[in-house]
């Protein structure tokens, strides 16, 4: 029996020196899925997609029909659109929305000679405001105190600000508590001391950033102040900045 199981290791030793061909057991590999089997997996939720892209294409092309038409059996049509805004462009409709969305930035066809830079710079501050500092928590809050902090009217350097949030410190007023009680540990402060209660955390708070030089905003909702990073130009020129900048 042992020289028989020999025997049979030795030959196929054998057959594997001598190049023999083994018995290839063929792998079906996984079906290809293209999109017509991807939606009928994908269960109800993919019908209810498939009709809100169909009501949303309608919609477009139904509204872009609509103001078509009107345009031509009214050639007055968008003239009393424009009137109806108080403006005289398409241009200005947008200068009209900057201006809604920060009135401290004053009359800006006056800080233009060329009403395309105008509509240009406009244009950017917009596509600035969607993009909220690309997720920065708080932008709105911050941009709008840096502005009243650096008094801006102009709205070049409005967007160079808006590029330079990073330049400012800004407190909330609803983080007092949790600055002044951190500003405390850090200065050796006890926990059991803090919980106590024995101190007024939030005035704390507020007494440090107002001797740092920190300004409370003018709605009272935040303390902000400049740090010492380089505040980087890309519109505005050096005199049109405010006297906080002038100081760096």
């Known amino acids: 029996m042992m020289n028989l199981t020999l025997l049979a290791a030795q030959t196929a030793i054998g057959d ?22 991807m939606a009928l997996k994908g269960g109800w939720i993919m019908a209810v997609l498939a009709v809100l ?3 949303c294409f309608y919609i477009f092309f139904e509204r872009l029909a609509v103001i078509r038409k009107a345009g031509k059996d009214d050639p007055m049509f968008m003239e009393r659109a424009l009137d109806e805004l108080k403006t005289r462009s398409l241009e200005n409709c947008m200068l009209l929305d900057v ?5 401290e930035l004053g ?20 596509y600035v405001l969607d993009e909220q500092g690309q997720g920065m928590p708080h932008f709105m ?45 850090e200065a050796g402060g ?15 708070g507020a007494d440090l ?17 400049r740090n010492n990073l380089e505040f980087l130009r890309d519109w505005s020129a050096p005199e049109e900045a405010g006297l906080s900048m002038e100081q760096q």
């Open 16 to 37: 594997t020196l001598t190049g023999g061909n083994p018995v290839l057991t063929p792998v079906s590999g996984e079906a290809q899925m293209n999109l017509w089997d």
């Open 53 to 55: 892209s169909v009501v």
């Open 99 to 103: 201006r809604c969305s920060l009135p």
């Open 107 to 126: 009359n800006l066809m006056e800080q233009y000679d060329s009403a395309l830079e105008l509509v240009n710079d406009g244009s950017d501050l917009g």
């Open 141 to 185: 809050e911050r941009f709008a105190a840096a502005l009243e902090f650096e008094h801006c009217r102009d709205l070049r350097l409005a967007l160079d600000i808006s590029q330079n949030l990073h330049c400012y410190e800004w407190v909330p007023r609803d983080g007092l508590k949790d600055f002044g009680r951190r500003k405390l540990l």
């Open 190 to 204: 006890s926990e059991e001391l803090l919980d106590s209660g024995c101190i007024d955390l939030e005035g704390y």
């Open 209 to 225: 950033l107002e001797e740092a030089g920190y300004v409370l905003t003018a709605d009272e909702s935040a303390y902000i102040t």
